[in-house]
C-alpha cells in the first residue's frame, strides 16, 4: 500500500466500524424498552411426527421490530441480550405467553399439544429459573409435559453446574431438548448421564444429508446414537421430500422446516393445528 492507500483504508474501516457501534448501541438501548413497547413476537414453527404427518409440538421463535431499524434476527439480538443481562426479562416474558397460548390451542381441541421454547444458557444458570418455570406453569394451567425447554450442546461444558438444574426442571415435570446437536462441545459420557427426552440434529446436517456422504454418515450415527441412549429425535431444517424419505429410512422420529411450515403467527397455527402432512 501505498501511505494514501492505506490512510484511505483506515478511514473506510473506522467508519465501518462507527456504524457496527451506532447498530449495537441502538439496539442495547432498545432491548430495554422492546417488551413495553410491543415490539416483540412470538412466531411458532410446526414439528411433525414423520411417521403420520400429524402436528405434535410447536417450537417458539421470537421476532423483534425495532422502530427505526426494522425486523432484527434473533441471532443478532439473542446475543446481544445475553451479554447486557436484558435475556433473563425477555426469556421470562417469552415463557410466559408461550404457555398462555398453548393452553389456548389445548383448550380449541388439541389438548396433547406441546410447545417448544430456546432459553438461552444465561436464562438456564440464572438462579430464579427453575422457581419461574414452575410459577409459569402455575399460573397459566398448562400441565409440564406439555412444556419443551430447548438448550445448545455447549452448556454441557459446565455440566457440574447444569445438572441439577436439568434435574429440578425433570422433577416439576417438563421436557428437555438439545438444539442444535451435532454443532457444538458434545461428550458422549455426559450426553448419556442427562436425563434429555429430545436431541434436536442441526439443520447444516440435514442440508448436507443428500449431497454429502460424510454428512450421511453422521447423520446416520447422531440417530442410532439417540436411540440407544433412548431420546426422540427431531431433525431441524427440512426442506424437500427427499431429506424425509432419508429420516424416515433411518428412523428419525420428528422434524420440522420450511417444507412442513415456516414460522407463523399464533392465530395461523390455530388454522393449521388439524393438518397432517403428506410423508
Ligand atoms: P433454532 O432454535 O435452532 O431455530 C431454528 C431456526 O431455523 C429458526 O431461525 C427457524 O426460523 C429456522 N428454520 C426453520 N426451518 C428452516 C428451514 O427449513 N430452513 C432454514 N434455512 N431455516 C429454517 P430463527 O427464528 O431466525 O432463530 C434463530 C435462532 O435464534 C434459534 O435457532 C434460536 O437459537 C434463537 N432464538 C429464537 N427465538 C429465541 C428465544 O425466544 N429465546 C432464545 N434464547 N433464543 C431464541
Ligand atoms: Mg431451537
Ligand atoms: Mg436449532
Ligand atoms: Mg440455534
Given at each position: 500500500?501505498?501511505?494514501?492507500?492505506?490512510?484511505?483504508?483506515?478511514?473506510?474501516?473506522?467508519?465501518?466500524?462507527?456504524?457496527?457501534?451506532?447498530?449495537?448501541?441502538?439496539?442495547?438501548?432498545?432491548?430495554?424498552?422492546?417488551?413495553?413497547?410491543?415490539?416483540?413476537?412470538?412466531?411458532?414453527?410446526?414439528?411433525?411426527?414423520?411417521?403420520?404427518?400429524?402436528?405434535?409440538?410447536?417450537?417458539?421463535l421470537l421476532r423483534w421490530n425495532h422502530p427505526e431499524?426494522?425486523?432484527?434476527?434473533?441471532?443478532?439480538?439473542?446475543?446481544?441480550?445475553?451479554?447486557?443481562?436484558?435475556?433473563?426479562?425477555?426469556?421470562?416474558?417469552?415463557?410466559?405467553?408461550?404457555?398462555?397460548?398453548?393452553?389456548?390451542?389445548?383448550?380449541?381441541?388439541?389438548?396433547?399439544?406441546?410447545?417448544?421454547?430456546?432459553?438461552?444458557?444465561?436464562?438456564?444458570?440464572?438462579?430464579?429459573?427453575?422457581?419461574?418455570?414452575?410459577?409459569?406453569?402455575?399460573?397459566?394451567?398448562?400441565?409440564?409435559?406439555?412444556?419443551?425447554?430447548?438448550?445448545?450442546?455447549?452448556?454441557?461444558?459446565?455440566?457440574k453446574e447444569v445438572l441439577p438444574i436439568i434435574k429440578?426442571?425433570?422433577?416439576?415435570?417438563?421436557?428437555?431438548?438439545?438444539?442444535?446437536?451435532g454443532t457444538g462441545y458434545s461428550s458422549l459420557s455426559?450426553?448419556?448421564?442427562?436425563?434429555?427426552?429430545?436431541?434436536?440434529?442441526?439443520?447444516?446436517?440435514?442440508?448436507?444429508?443428500?449431497?454429502?456422504?460424510?454428512?450421511?454418515?453422521?447423520?446416520?450415527?447422531?440417530?442410532?446414537?439417540?436411540?440407544?441412549?433412548?431420546?426422540?429425535?427431531?431433525?431441524?431444517?427440512?426442506?424437500?421430500?427427499?431429506?424425509?424419505?432419508?429420516?424416515?429410512?433411518?428412523?428419525?422420529?420428528?422434524?420440522?422446516?420450511?417444507?412442513?411450515?415456516?414460522?407463523?403467527?399464533?392465530?395461523?397455527?390455530?388454522?393449521?393445528?388439524?393438518?397432517?402432512?403428506?410423508?
Open positions: 500500500y501505498t501511505s494514501k492507500e492505506r490512510k484511505n483504508s483506515y478511514h473506510f474501516f473506522s467508519s465501518k466500524n462507527g456504524d457496527v457501534f451506532d447498530r449495537r448501541l441502538k439496539l442495547e438501548n432498545g432491548l430495554r424498552t422492546a417488551i413495553s413497547n410491543n415490539e416483540f413476537k412470538v412466531y411458532y414453527q410446526p414439528q411433525v411426527d414423520l411417521n403420520t404427518g400429524e402436528i405434535k409440538a410447536v417450537e417458539a431499524l426494522g425486523l432484527i434476527s434473533p441471532m443478532e439480538f439473542i446475543p446481544l441480550a445475553e451479554e447486557t443481562g436484558h435475556i433473563i426479562h425477555i426469556g421470562k416474558w417469552v415463557l410466559n405467553i408461550v404457555c398462555q397460548q398453548n393452553k389456548v390451542w389445548q383448550n380449541s381441541g388439541f389438548p396433547s399439544l406441546r410447545v417448544a421454547v430456546n432459553v438461552s444458557s444465561v436464562q438456564f444458570q440464572d438462579a430464579g429459573f427453575t422457581e419461574d418455570v414452575k410459577e409459569i406453569l402455575r399460573k397459566s394451567r398448562l400441565a409440564p409435559q406439555f412444556l419443551e425447554l430447548e438448550i445448545t450442546e455447549s452448556i454441557m461444558q459446565n455440566v429440578k426442571l425433570k422433577e416439576i415435570g417438563v421436557k428437555i431438548s438439545i438444539d442444535d446437536f455426559v450426553l448419556n448421564q442427562l436425563p434429555i427426552d429430545y436431541l434436536k440434529i442441526d439443520q447444516s446436517f440435514t442440508k448436507a444429508v443428500l449431497s454429502s456422504p460424510n454428512t450421511e454418515a453422521i447423520v446416520k450415527t447422531i440417530i442410532q446414537m439417540g436411540h440407544s441412549m433412548n431420546f426422540i429425535l427431531i431433525a431441524e431444517g427440512i426442506e424437500n421430500k427427499e431429506q424425509v424419505d432419508f429420516l424416515v429410512q433411518n428412523y428419525c422420529q420428528m422434524g420440522q422446516g420450511y417444507l412442513f411450515s415456516r414460522p407463523l403467527t399464533a392465530e395461523e397455527i390455530m388454522s393449521i393445528l388439524a393438518t397432517k402432512y403428506k410423508i
